[in-house]
């Protein structure tokens, strides 16, 4: 196996330790019921009454929670399927949110990090300075902007959505789901663990680097530092990379479109006098209309790494018959006759 990258946790140490733990403050303030905010509080507890109740998970409620002009919050918790929108104004001081038992929280205003986890929901809308982290089956729905330097992470069977904006670095792993169509990630997008990427649009400023079964489909996408694949799947059908395309160890790039040919231009292209490839160059379009002509394909040697082309079976034309079906044929009129 190669090690395509040694970068496994793309987010501050700081919020993934909040994604871990719900820390006691002495001034929490609890929202058990349906309220209205519109004054200053430190560390919001929606979905309970109490700290004892928060601690033994015991008691829980299901408010709606609306924050109004001219609140500010340290942080906000969600619990026990309660319903907390902001309305853009606040003013977030440190931690940001963070949301628990299927709770579902919508964010318009600028914060440092965002958390969902335990099968929430969290639409954001505003600008993260540090990132965001969606795991435990949540979804995480981001059409705001992240900071240029910080990451959005999504694993353990959570689903990301990207519907605009721009983040850092993206991370999903861990059976996880992530569908961008639009917006633009500065980064490289790292991908692990059984899970699934759409990437239905948008650009890449860097890499795309899957590993560990990983299955990715790139429908209209410009990826500008290239694909890599250890042990992984693509399906390259719209925007690709003209940087190319790697596939190691067992590793199968599917490319869709039509025209589409490939001539072996190096069959041992050695890469730090280790790693042996077969050199392909691509021409034709993908199925979005992309042209791939004089796009590199790199297929380790001896690997069980391979690619397919996937033209169009052309209308009204059946295939001819081979040596055995005809024979085959033969035999049927022979016995008739």
Do not use: W
Not at 118 to 127: A, V
Not at 154 to 167: L, P, V
Not at 191 to 205: D, K
């Amino acid at each position: 196996m190669f090690c395509l990258s040694s970068r496994n946790a793309l987010l501050p140490a700081a919020l993934l330790s909040l994604g871990l733990t719900q820390v006691a403050h002495a001034q929490n303030t609890f929202f058990p019921e349906d309220a209205t905010v519109d004054y200053n509080v430190g560390y919001a507890v929606v979905g309970y009454a109490n700290q004892s109740d928060l601690d033994h998970k015991t008691n829980g409620t299901s408010p709606t929670v609306n924050f109004s002009y001219p609140y500010s919050l340290y942080s906000l918790d969600t619990y026990n399927n309660s319903v907390v929108v902001d309305d853009a104004s606040t003013n977030f001081f440190g931690a940001g949110v963070q949301t628990h038992d299927r709770s579902t929280v919508f964010v318009s205003s600028d914060l440092e990090i965002a958390v969902a986890r335990d099968n929430s929901t969290l639409y954001f809308y505003g600008y993260l300075r540090s990132g965001a982290l969606a795991f435990g089956h949540s979804v995480l729905h981001i059409t705001g902007t992240v900071g240029v330097n910080a990451s959005v992470n999504c694993s353990e069977h959570s689903t990301g959505i990207m519907d605009g904006g721009s983040i850092g670095d993206l991370g999903v792993g861990n059976d996880a789901t992530l569908l961008m169509n639009i917006g633009h990630i500065n980064g490289t997008v790292f991908a692990s663990g059984h899970c699934h990427v759409f990437l239905n649009g948008g650009t890449i400023g860097q890499a795309f680097i899957a590993r560990e079964n990983a299955h990715i489909i790139i429908n209209n996408r410009s990826v500008g530092g290239g694909i890599f694949l250890d042990q992984s799947v693509a399906e390259i059908r719209g925007g690709g990379s003209n940087a190319g395309a790697t596939a190691y160890d067992q590793s199968v790039i599917n490319v869709y479109g039509t025209d589409l040919k490939a001539t072996l231009t190096d069959p041992d292209f050695i890469l730090g006098n280790k790693y042996h490839f077969s050199v392909y160059t691509l021409s034709g379009k993908l199925s979005d209309g992309t042209s791939v002509n004089g796009v590199g394909l790199y297929v380790q040697n001896e690997t069980g790494a391979r690619f397919t082309l996937n033209n169009p079976k052309p209308r009204g034309i059946h295939p001819i018959p081979g040596k055995a079906d005809a024979s085959l044929l033969l035999r049927k009129r022979t016995r008739r006759a």
